[in-house]
């Protein structure tokens, strides 16, 4: 049976609505064999590596994953936390405090993490939500910018699995939030926050994430919203366009991807006697290994060995109290329409809901 039967508690019990935000996924640990294992679900998917299965295939099993397995373990292995791999630690913080923030300001939803490669899988979160009664379920990618290889891989597997489910709930999508004033404001703070304790820089680098350039050929708006995100968050810090680049990172295969690439940009500012740089990574919302390996320790070392004098890594948005309430106002405008708000009587209750939230973000270490 394609559709199976749908389990009791979803007939007649009253509408509950989730918040999902989800994450690209990360490995479970920092070994060959679990890298292994999530980049082939990665790179396998058409979203991610646009190449015909056929020709794929053999580069992917018989080059990729036997070499870049054990490269990209060590790396991991060199920004691995006790609680495990930042990205996933980050993301689960993340949504424990979108829960207290929602809460908070008065809405009765459940929020739930997923990631779109390794776990929680997507299809299992979605299970628990509707097991749990949730009818309506918004998404929220944890990517500002849209690309499709990315925020519509996740559209994918959440549509994939719903393909199955016979009473499917209803549906809201947060494409994108590269130019939302909170996000922008929330990235400017922590700029400013650096600049408060360490001085300013002789260039801010903005670095993006790549993709490969064909696809912006395609029409792919990911590159736009970087450079608009990047405009934003210029005019918002007061900065001549001169004093802040564009760059993209985390090249991938041969073909050419988005440029400037970051690596090749630091060396060349170097060389031209630029003393310090100030890097920041705005298109990830939560410090993973492409921040804390590839920019904070890689990119540093090619700045500073080409010549330059300071280098310093601004951290992601993580856990801050204004990106929090970004994240809460752009879930909360997504909801309009669907009953979040709490009667009067729950409303009364809503500082014990949030303190009960607190204290299961504080059990995280979400509050850290
Ligand atoms: C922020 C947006 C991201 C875009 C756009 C993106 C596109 C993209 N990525 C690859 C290949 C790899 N990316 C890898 C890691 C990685 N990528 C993102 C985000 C975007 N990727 C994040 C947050 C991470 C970090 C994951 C973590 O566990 O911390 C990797 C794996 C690491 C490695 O082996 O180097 C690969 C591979 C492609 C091909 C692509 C667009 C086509
Ligand atoms: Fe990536
Ligand atoms: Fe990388």
Not at 318 to 336: F, T, Y
Not at 352 to 357: G, N
Request: proline content about 7%; overall charge neutral; aromatic content about 8%.
């Amino acid at each position: 049976m394609r559709f199976r039967q749908e389990p009791q508690y979803t007939h007649g019990t009253p509408s509950r609505i989730a918040v999902v935000l989800v994450n690209l996924g990360t490995p479970d640990a920092p070994t060959a064999s679990a890298v292994r294992r999530y980049l082939r679900q990665f790179l396998s998917d058409p979203r991610v590596v646009e190449i015909p299965r056929a020709a794929w295939w053999p580069i992917l099993h018989g080059i990729i994953l036997p070499l870049r397995s054990g490269q990209s373990a060590k790396k991991y292995a060199s920004i691995w936390s006790k609680e495990g791999s930042p990205l996933k630690v980050h993301t689960e913080r993340q949504a424990a405090l979108l829960q207290e923030a929602l809460t908070r300001r008065g809405h009765e939803v459940e929020v739930a993490h997923a990631m779109r490669y390794g776990n929680p899988s997507v299809p299992d979160v979605l299970e628990r939500l509707r097991a749990r009664g949730c009818d309506r379920i918004l998404i929220v990618p944890a990517y500002p910018q849209y690309s499709g290889t990315t925020t519509a891989s996740v559209f994918d597997a959440v549509f994939a699995h719903l393909s199955g489910v016979r009473n499917v709930p209803e549906l809201r999508l947060v494409k994108h939030y590269h130019d939302h004033e909170a996000y922008i404001r929330a990235l400017a703070g922590n700029v400013l926050a650096h600049w408060d304790t360490h001085g300013r820089p002789d260039r801010l680098v903005l670095s993006f994430h790549g993709v490969p350039k064909r696809t912006l050929m395609l029409g792919d708006p990911y590159h736009c919203e970087c450079r608009k995100t990047a405009r934003l968050l210029a005019e918002q810090l007061q900065l001549p366009p001169e004093q802040c680049l564009v760059t993209f990172q985390s090249r991938f295969g041969k073909a050419e991807w988005l440029q400037p690439y970051t690596a090749p940009t630091l060396q060349q500012l170097a060389r031209e006697g630029v003393s310090r740089v100030d890097v920041m990574c705005p298109g990830f919302i939560g410090d993973c290994l492409e921040t804390l390996e590839e920019i904070a320790m890689e990119a540093k070392h090619d700045f500073l060995t080409a010549g330059g004098r300071e280098f310093h890594y601004i951290p992601c948005l993580n856990e801050g109290a204004d990106w929090i309430a970004a994240l809460a106002e752009i879930a909360e405008q997504h909801m309009i329409g669907w009953p979040t708000i709490l009667s009067p009587r729950d409303r009364e209750a809503a500082p014990q809901l949030a303190e009960a939230s607190r204290q299961r973000a504080a059990a995280l270490g979400a509050d850290k």
